[in-house]
């Protein structure tokens, strides 16, 4: 069996953060504010992945009022979501991810976070994308006020012989 998910985020930037994005990070005048690092790449990847598993979503899971949750690391995020996934016997067919911002140039870390989330996902980089576009300066990503991020993911069940 085969199944999709898709997740969405936006995090509001802000001075004296640092930026995180796909669990690296990109140096820039201001990060993103949040409960945890704020790394909307990886939130919208959580989203992704409960969706496809019909398991809700990051705020459901993690709750930004718990303590437990205040600046943690992303990455940690990802990996328990993951593990629901694996634990239902899935493994990932693809992920598409693309971050929303004005700035910074996010083309010379494109690489680097593909591969930190291959990694994450125990998969190979092929598997994985990672865009970037602007707005045009249009709206609050073209005003510098917000990164926003989008993901699509499938993943296959371990017991289907399709792919
Ligand atoms: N933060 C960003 C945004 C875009 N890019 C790269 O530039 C290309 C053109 O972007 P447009 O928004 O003008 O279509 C885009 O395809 C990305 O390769 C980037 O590196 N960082
Ligand atoms: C990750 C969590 C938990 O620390 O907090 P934030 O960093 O604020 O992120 P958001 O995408 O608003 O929601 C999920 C949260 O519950």
Not at 49 to 56: F, K, Q, S
Request: glycine share 10%.
């Amino acid at each position: 069996m085969i199944r999709f998910g898709q997740g969405y985020d936006v995090h509001r930037l802000v001075e004296g953060r640092p930026l995180i994005l796909g669990g690296i990070e990109i140096p820039f005048e201001k990060g993103l504010l949040g409960h945890s690092d704020a790394d909307v790449l990886l939130h919208t990847i959580c989203d992704a992945i409960l969706g496809a598993l019909a398991l809700g979503d990051i705020g459901k899971h993690f709750p930004d009022t718990d303590p437990l949750y205040k600046d943690i690391d992303s990455k940690k995020l990802l990996l328990d979501v993951w593990s629901m996934a694996t634990q239902q016997g899935y493994r990932l067919g693809n992920l598409d991810t693309t971050i929303v911002a004005q700035q910074p140039k996010m083309s010379p870390y494109i690489e680097l976070i593909r591969k930190q989330i291959a990694k994450l996902l125990s998969t190979s980089i092929e598997n994985i994308n990672v865009k970037a576009t602007t707005t045009e300066t249009l709206g609050f990503v073209g005003r510098g006020e917000g990164i926003a991020a989008i993901a699509v993911v499938s993943l296959i069940n371990k017991e289907s012989n399709h792919f």
